[in-house]
């Protein structure tokens, strides 16, 4: 069955960085799109970032744009968000997800979630 699982999650200080990854398998990762989403406390879910199954193309959401990165290893069937420049609201589960879709933003595009892993950025 197909499996995502994030890591690198933690706790940092604000204009701090961090890198998160998520592996997956169980699926031909090149034919998926993948995409970064998060869910802070009370909040709904919102798109953060994605990348196209080649990685030509990225998108992102304006609160992040300029602080983080998406890339993907297709040999390592992994994606990764790189985050610099934290602030306290980037703080949140953070997942990844894949899907036969171009770069949307729209979470019910997507196939398939990792169980999400914490960010916590500290004041």
């Known amino acids: 069955q197909v499996q995502l699982v994030e890591s690198g999650g933690g706790l940092v200080q604000a204009g701090g960085s961090l890198r998160v990854s998520c592996v997956a398998s169980g699926l031909t990762f090149s034919s998926y799109a993948m995409g970064w989403f998060r869910q802070a406390p009370g909040k709904e879910r919102e798109f953060v970032a994605a990348i196209t199954k080649y990685g030509a193309t990225t998108s992102y959401a304006d609160s992040v744009k300029g602080r983080f990165t998406i890339s993907r290893d297709n040999a390592k069937n992994t994606v990764y968000l790189q985050m610099n420049r934290l602030k306290p609201e980037d703080t949140a589960v953070y997942y990844c997800?894949?899907?036969?879709?171009?770069?949307?933003?729209?979470?019910?595009?997507?196939?398939?979630w990792g169980q999400g892993t914490q960010v916590t950025v500290s004041s």
């Open positions: 997800s894949a899907g036969l879709v171009y770069l949307s933003r729209n979470s019910g595009s997507y196939d398939y």
